[in-house]
């Protein structure tokens, strides 16, 4: 068999484990791992006709290739946001320009299908978020055979409790929040610390819980600025340091307003967040007169290499894909439900968005997280 693997989307710790682990299956099993380079943008990008488009799209994959990725994070694939479904006019590739005919965006699946053929992949192995895995979903419909793995740093695809990158960005949260205590402290300030999540406040939520910040804002609930207002000022005084922090995820909006958006539509109709923790804090100073510290953690908190937990599921999922595609299972994502490892349709993915469980796990009054059971709950709470 040949088996294709790529990397979508925003890169997390984990993503080298995970290729190294597949590769080293389906090796030993005596079969081929191709990687694509780029995600979905190799398929998209490739010209068949031209022998030397796949050199620069498609690298062999074996032992010997993936030795030392797992000592270092990011994907050493690299990735992209492409939608091959979803092309707009300025990334149609050269040799698919005589068929940008419009303004688009245009559909180049047939393309892509044909490109799958060419390559004889029998199973792809696609691990992404839930814009990745919806073209999986794609190619699966079309009658490709696809094994998914879910990654993302929110812990927001449908269907699993888990995704590799998560455990690694809280861990980074609470790190960089404790070591920010210090400056805030010696100043004796407010500080906002704005975190990634999108449509899910899961990695504000969980890293204020561990973190133990005095208010966490989450994308699920708008909030009122002259209330948390009150709340920090009552938290800084009540404070021996005379200090006070906050978590606020990056598509959380105020009140009555939307969330702060930058640059136009990506691949998959989204388009940059950040900012909502700046303007937030002018806010706050303007109605408490309270000197601020903002910082925005981003990237640094799907840098560097997984933590132990994440090592563990990166390489877990990665097993049991290269076991299903080599048991020619198809239109499968590995998941962990219940603490167990297992797989689920990847329709699943398409059922919604994941999103904080609001009554059991945010008190919405007090900006906080509020734990209120425990028992039956997966480890991460939701």
Not at 174 to 194: K, W
Not at 296 to 321: C, H, I, K, Q
Request: hydrophobic share 40%.
């Amino acid at each position: 068999m040949r088996i294709g693997i790529l990397t979508g989307g925003g890169d997390v710790p984990g993503l080298n484990p995970c290729i190294k682990a597949v590769v080293n299956r389906v090796a030993h099993e005596g079969h081929e791992v191709i990687g694509l380079r780029r995600g979905w943008a190799a398929l998209l990008e490739h010209d068949p006709d031209d022998p030397a488009s796949a050199a620069k799209r498609f690298l062999r994959l074996d032992p010997a290739a993936v030795r030392t990725i797992d000592r270092s994070g990011g994907t050493f694939l690299h990735t992209s946001r492409t939608n091959p479904s979803r092309v707009r006019p300025k990334e149609v590739p050269a040799h698919l320009a005589h068929r940008a005919q419009g303004d688009g965006p245009f559909d180049f699946t047939d393309h892509v299908l044909r490109v799958v053929e060419s390559l004889g992949i029998d199973v792809l192995i696609p691990i992404g978020g839930d814009d990745t895995l919806s073209y999986a979903l794609r190619m699966h419909d079309e009658g490709v055979p696809v094994v998914a793995i879910p990654k993302t740093m929110d812990n927001d695809v449908h269907g699993t409790d888990y995704c590799i990158g998560f455990s690694t960005a809280i861990t980074r949260g609470v790190h960089f929040i404790n070591n920010l205590r210090t400056s805030t402290g010696s100043h004796e300030r407010i500080a906002v610390v704005e975190l990634f999540g999108r449509y899910s406040g899961e990695t504000s939520l969980v890293t204020a819980y561990l973190a133990g910040v005095d208010r966490a804002i989450i994308s699920e609930v708008p909030f009122d600025v002259d209330r948390l207002g009150e709340l920090l000022v009552a938290d800084k005084r009540a404070n021996p340091s005379n200090y006070a922090m906050l978590t606020v995820s990056e598509g959380a909006t105020i009140a009555g307003g939307e969330m702060i958006l930058s640059g136009e539509e990506d691949a998959y109709g989204h388009r940059k967040l950040g900012g909502i923790g700046e303007q937030t804090a002018a806010l706050l100073n303007e109605r408490t007169g309270e000197e601020m510290i903002v910082q925005e953690l981003g990237y640094l908190m799907r840098s560097g290499s997984p933590d132990s937990l994440d090592l563990m599921v990166a390489t877990n999922y990665a097993v049991m894909a290269a076991d299903l595609a080599l048991e020619g299972a198809s239109g499968r994502m590995v998941a962990l439900r219940s603490g167990t490892y297992t797989a689920v349709p990847i329709s699943a993915t398409r059922e919604g968005v994941k999103r904080v469980d609001v009554d059991e796990l945010y008190d919405v009054e007090h900006y906080r997280p509020k734990v209120r059971h425990v028992a039956g709950k997966p480890m991460f709470l939701y």
